[in-house]
């Protein structure tokens, strides 16, 4: 079978913004060969534009496999409807032109037999150039209009304790553009960051809203897609997103009847449980629905469950929601041995257990996104989604001469007698990003200097020692990556290089990748709003 790659270039005088907000519609009419267009859902949640061309009645599929607000580009595979086709996967990727206006590339990679895929290649090439020129012409007449309101951020809860007061809260290249804090769009810093260990050394324009069961259009959509306005960017949490789906309302809390261990409230609506065993297990629990998946939060080496509180309670509009000490962190017992990767998948599993949920949708940051993926590699049945921040690989890519140079350089001030606290400000000057709050500062210090020193020898000891290479073709799920703009342990060119691999690998991939703008390692405690954001986006498009 023969294999052939077309591509098409072409240039617009609107600026990237403008261009992006129209292809980023990827159930868009805007192309001209359009006849008729819907919006559907396959049964993992994917995306698919189902359409016919004018003077044909073939009806095409095509699902969109990579999406990246950040980075400008998405790409598909073609499902049906192009007769001979073995393989199609396309790709747009919208830039910022030397001299102003857009450069949008638009390629496809084909695999046919001869003399098939000569006819496909010729038909694509026509089918882009025409494309092209719609696009310039559509962004052009965007761009003139008046800039409509950006969408209302996330609402993010007032968090108090019972007496009202607020509660402690422990805690490349340069890039073509990154997601910004108010949801658009601005240059990256182009200065050099060192490679990151994936976990990090330290821790601490418009489419339609398509039904979450796929097949077809929602009700009230035409043969053609609805359309809503969405400013270029991170959708807001209530507004329908720009192609992952749009955010549905949670439910009300119904207390699980498993024996907990009932502890303080952290803030109002969440509630703090601790499952007896070997070891406890602490959780901060969000009210939500007491059916479908749980979305189970993961911090880092340097973190704790309550690094998670605004996302926690995001995340709880929608599905169950969880946060998870780590063994040994805050309120959780460290265990009678060293702990490996398979204690920590074991103890997702006792949580999935213990308040009866079918799937995980798994949140990680750093160490956790380490967590995460391996436990994706055992039980990527039991996965909804996965999320991984500022991580992903660890240090199972790494030799062993440079795992143990990292376990050894950070135990030193360990086998020295300082403790977690007395190197936080050093740990905190790595992980918050130049511009950083003070209060974020803060809650980054706290975060690190509450681990007990037992317990940050047992996680690098841990992390230090992976127990395989991932295999990504065994990620099932729908896969969201986020790093921080500015994070030096985990770089974007780092972790969005691990993102197109997952996309080459996975065998159906379905990945969002998203740069953070103006964020560090830390990227959820520094950008709460902007990453909670982009995560409901995300889950609000999973199947219940």
Not at 106 to 121: M, N, Q, T, Y
Not at 237 to 245: C, E, I, M, V, Y
Not at 377 to 400: F, I, K, N, Q, Y
């Amino acid at each position: 079978m023969a294999r052939e790659t077309v591509e098409v270039v072409g240039v617009s005088a609107a600026s990237p913004e403008a261009v992006w907000a129209v292809v980023s519609d990827f159930c868009g009419s805007w192309h001209p060969a359009i006849a008729t267009i819907r919006a559907e859902r396959d049964g993992g949640g994917a995306l698919v534009r189902a359409f016919t061309v004018h003077g044909e009645d073939t009806l095409y599929r095509e699902r969109l496999t990579w999406f990246s607000d950040s980075d400008r580009t998405l790409a598909y595979t073609h499902v049906e409807g192009i007769a001979g086709a073995e393989a199609y996967d396309g790709r747009i990727a919208v830039s910022a032109g030397e001299r102003g206006g857009s450069v949008v590339r638009w390629s496809a990679a084909v695999e046919a037999a001869e003399p098939r895929l000569a006819e496909i290649c010729a038909g694509t090439k026509a089918i882009f150039e025409a494309g092209l020129q719609a696009l310039a012409e559509a962004a052009g007449k965007a761009g003139a209009e008046p800039a409509r309101p950006l969408p209302a951020p996330v609402a993010m809860p007032e968090t108090r304790t019972r007496h009202g007061t607020p509660p402690h809260q422990p805690s490349g290249s340069p890039l073509p553009h990154v997601v910004g804090a108010r949801g658009g769009a601005r240059p990256a810093a182009g200065a050099a960051v060192p490679r990151g260990a994936g976990a990090g050394s330290y821790e601490s324009t418009p489419t339609p809203n398509p039904s979450p069961q796929g097949g077809g259009a929602p009700a009230g959509l035409s043969a053609r897609c609805q359309s809503s306005t969405v400013s270029h960017g991170i959708a807001a949490a209530k507004s329908p997103s720009p192609l992952w789906g749009g955010v549905r309302g949670g439910g009300t809390k119904q207390r699980n009847s498993s024996p907990f261990a009932l502890c303080d409230c952290p803030a109002r609506g969440v509630e703090d449980i601790v499952l007896a065993g070997d070891p406890d297990l602490a959780l901060s629990v969000a009210p939500g629905p007491d059916h479908g998946p749980l979305c189970l939060f993961l911090h880092g080496i340097g973190g704790s469950r309550h690094n998670w509180l605004p996302q926690l309670q995001a995340a709880g509009s929608l599905m169950r929601a969880a946060s998870l000490d780590l063994r040994g962190y805050g309120g959780s017992g460290l265990g009678r041995h060293q702990s490996t990767v398979d204690d920590y998948c074991a103890d997702i599993l006792r949580v999935r257990e213990e308040l009866g949920a079918d799937r995980l949708v798994l949140v990680g940051l750093s160490y956790g996104s380490w967590i995460a993926t391996s436990f994706a590699m055992r039980h990527p049945e039991l996965l909804a989604g996965l999320v991984l921040s500022g991580g992903c690989t660890g240090m199972s890519e790494a030799g062993p001469e440079e795992r143990e140079a990292f376990r050894v350089s950070r135990q030193v001030p360990l086998d020295q007698g300082r403790t977690p606290a007395d190197f936080a400000p050093a740990v905190v000057s790595v992980l918050a990003g130049p511009n950083a709050s003070d209060d974020v500062r803060a809650k980054l210090f706290e975060s690190m200097a509450a681990i007990p020193s037992a317990t940050y020898r047992d996680a690098l000891a841990c992390f230090t020692d992976p127990r395989e290479r991932f295999d990504f073709s065994r990620l099932t799920m729908p896969v969201l990556m986020m790093t921080g703009e500015h994070d030096r342990l985990a770089p974007p060119a780092e972790i969005r290089g691990v993102a197109e691999r997952i996309l080459a690998e996975a065998r159906r991939p379905d990945v969002r990748y998203e740069t953070i703008a103006d964020a560090g390692h830390v990227c959820n405690v520094e950008q709460p709003e902007v990453y909670s954001r982009i995560l409901l986006d995300f889950l609000g498009r999973l199947p219940r």
